[in-house]
């Protein structure tokens, strides 16, 4: 392994360890699986492992007083409510759709 699938790997294990759930790449379906049924065997070497993906959520990003800041949407509406126009501005080109896990 170099080191960083050693990283990443440990990354993993660690989600797993903290009560994460993991999927495990199915080379004859070609698809990642559950691997949650049982313990996980961690043989890196022949089995691919990744934190299990459970969602994508957009962050919108606001400039509050020149801070560049990423809200969810719940965060959005609160700053809208919180700041007046001249403290806050919309930038939805700095947005980012990011991947939640469990």
Same mark, same amino acid.
């Given at each position: 392994?170099?080191r960083e699938?050693?990283?990443?790997? *440990? +990354?993993?294990?660690?989600?797993?360890?903290?009560g994460g759930?993991?999927? @495990?790449?199915?080379?004859? /379906?070609?698809?990642?699986?559950?691997?949650?049924?049982?313990?996980?065997?961690?043989?890196?070497?022949?089995?691919?492992?990744?934190?299990?993906?459970?969602?994508? *959520? +957009?962050?919108?990003?606001?400039l509050i007083?020149?801070?560049?800041?990423? @809200?969810?949407?719940?965060? /959005?509406?609160?700053?809208?409510?919180?700041?007046?126009?001249?403290?806050?501005?919309?930038?939805?080109?700095?947005?980012?759709?990011?991947?939640?896990?469990?």
């Open positions: 392994m170099t699938e050693t990283l990443e790997a *440990i +990354k993993v294990m660690q989600h797993y360890a903290d759930e993991v999927e @495990l790449y199915d080379s004859c /379906s070609e698809e990642w699986v559950d691997a949650n049924g049982k313990e996980p065997s961690w043989i890196w070497t022949y089995n691919k492992y990744r934190m299990k993906k459970t969602n994508k *959520i +957009k962050l919108e990003a606001w007083h020149g801070k560049l800041e990423l @809200l969810t949407e719940d965060e /959005s509406l609160a700053v809208q409510a919180r700041y007046g126009a001249r403290e806050r501005e919309r930038v939805p080109s700095e947005d980012k759709l990011v991947e939640v896990y469990e």
